[in-house]
């Protein structure tokens, strides 16, 4: 049986994510229905493609997403179903697939062709279909060329010396999550000693993890340890700067203390021995 994860800028705080859900049950019989996110900033098509990437292929393969971001059936934009890395995606043709996957290479999709009125019960008809084993090609016709958004990609200069990037992210702790991957930074950087810059902050140094910039060898009430800096590799391998155990409620959260918002600049420079 096909697992079911929502996506959405819906929010919390009115009843269109329950509406959803109530709706799927009308169409199926206690369906396994997990919650990806539900406060995705509006329309934001870049953060969900990072929020769903990182997690997507963890989930049993012929899973379905349903990516409710920006969700709207136009005369400028279909609603499709598309079925990549043995996944199904049900979403809007916004772009949002070449954001997911910077190769796109559906091994099938289709435009949905339902007689529902609503957008949103084209959707809910389409995943119950799927759930229930049914054929992607009865829900609409083939579609060859998918909507491409240009991708922030980060670029690195003719010298092989410094890597520009971007913020890609700034999640819930007020981490602020980049473009730039461990494997583009170990590569460029060939073992060289470096400084990330983020505004007017600087690092010289990137952990794995949140704890190991605590000295434990200190005694604890000598430790510096709540608002702390530091840069690491998250779980997804990027590049995240981080106050350690920062609360952005109070103000305490990389993206506000170091003044950093999606898309602003992130500058990493490598240092030559000579």
Not at 115 to 144: C, F, M, N, W, Y
């Amino acid at each position: 049986m096909a697992l079911i994860t929502l996506t959405t800028d819906f929010g919390l705080q009115d009843a269109y994510v329950a509406g959803l859900k109530a709706k799927l049950y009308q169409q199926l019989e206690s369906p396994q229905i997990v919650d990806i996110a539900h406060l995705i900033d509006p329309f934001h098509i870049g953060q969900t493609a990072y929020i769903v990437r990182s997690v997507y292929r963890d989930f049993p393969e012929k899973s379905i997403h349903f990516i409710g971001v920006d969700f709207t059936h136009t005369p400028e934009q279909e609603l499709i179903i598309a079925l990549l890395n043995d996944h199904y995606f049900v979403c809007a043709d916004n772009g949002f697939l070449s954001l997911l996957e910077p190769e796109i290479n559906p091994s099938d999709c289709i435009r949905i062709h339902l007689p529902q009125p609503k957008t949103l019960d084209k959707a809910i008809e389409a995943i119950a279909h799927l759930h229930r084993g049914g054929a992607l090609s009865v829900l609409g016709t083939p579609i060859q060329k998918l909507r491409e958004r240009i991708q922030h990609m980060p670029l690195v200069n003719p010298q092989q010396n410094e890597i520009q990037g971007h913020v890609l992210h700034v999640d819930r702790y007020g981490n602020v999550i980049t473009n730039i991957t461990r494997k583009l930074f170990e590569r460029i950087r060939n073992k060289r000693a470096f400084v990330i810059h983020a505004r007017n902050h600087s690092f010289e140094q990137v952990y794995n993890d949140y704890h190991e910039v605590i000295r434990y060898d200190v005694p604890k009430q000598n430790r510096e340890e709540d608002g702390k800096k530091l840069a690491l590799f998250n779980s997804q391998d990027h590049l995240e700067l981080a106050i350690y155990k920062g609360n952005p409620n109070y103000g305490g959260g990389a993206s506000t203390l170091f003044g950093l918002a999606f898309l602003d600049p992130i500058r990493v420079a490598f240092i030559n021995d000579y």
